[in-house]
C-alpha cells in the first residue's frame, strides 16, 4: 500500500442528483445515497477503482472536483501545507461516524482533501 495513498475523490455540482446521472451513465457506475447528506452518493472502489462520491456542493462551492489523500495526522500535513506556499481552506473537521477531513489548495490554487484513517465516534 503507497504511505500516503489516495483513498477518496468528489465530484461536486449544483444538482446531486444530475452529477450522480451523468456519471452513471458515463462510466456506468452504481451508487448509494447517504442518508442526512442531501444529494450525496457514494461509488464503491470495485466501481470506480478507489471509492468515491457525487453530489451536491454547497454555497461555498456549489462545483468541483477533488482527491482525498489519508495521512496520520492533518493538523502536521497543514502546517507543511502552509510552508510550502498552500493554504488551508477548510481546517482539520470531524463528522462524527464518518470521516475527519480537511481541505487545502496548493500554491496553483487546486483543492486537495486530506483524511485521517478511522472513522470517528460520535462524543
Given amino acids: 500500500m ?7 475523490f468528489e465530484i461536486m455540482g449544483p444538482d446531486g442528483s444530475v452529477m450522480k446521472e451523468f456519471y452513471e451513465a ?11 447528506f442531501g444529494g450525496y452518493y457514494m461509488v464503491s472502489p ?7 462520491a457525487l453530489g451536491k456542493g454547497n454555497e ?3 462545483s468541483y472536483m477533488t482527491m482525498y489523500i ?13 510552508a510550502n506556499g498552500g493554504q488551508t481552506l477548510v481546517p482539520r ?9 480537511a481541505l ?6 487546486n483543492m486537495v482533501g486530506l483524511v485521517e484513517p478511522g472513522t470517528p465516534s460520535a462524543e
Fill in 104 to 109: 487545502f489548495s496548493d500554491p496553483a490554487g
Fill in 2 to 8: 503507497a504511505e500516503k495513498p489516495v483513498v477518496h
Fill in 46 to 52: 470495485d466501481q470506480a477503482g478507489v471509492g468515491g
Fill in 93 to 101: 473537521t470531524v463528522v462524527p461516524d464518518t470521516v475527519v477531513f
Fill in 26 to 36: 458515463l462510466f456506468g457506475w452504481k451508487t448509494e445515497e447517504v442518508p442526512g
Fill in 60 to 62: 461555498n462551492m456549489p
Fill in 70 to 82: 489519508e495521512v496520520d495526522s492533518i493538523d502536521d500535513h497543514l502546517e507543511v501545507v502552509k
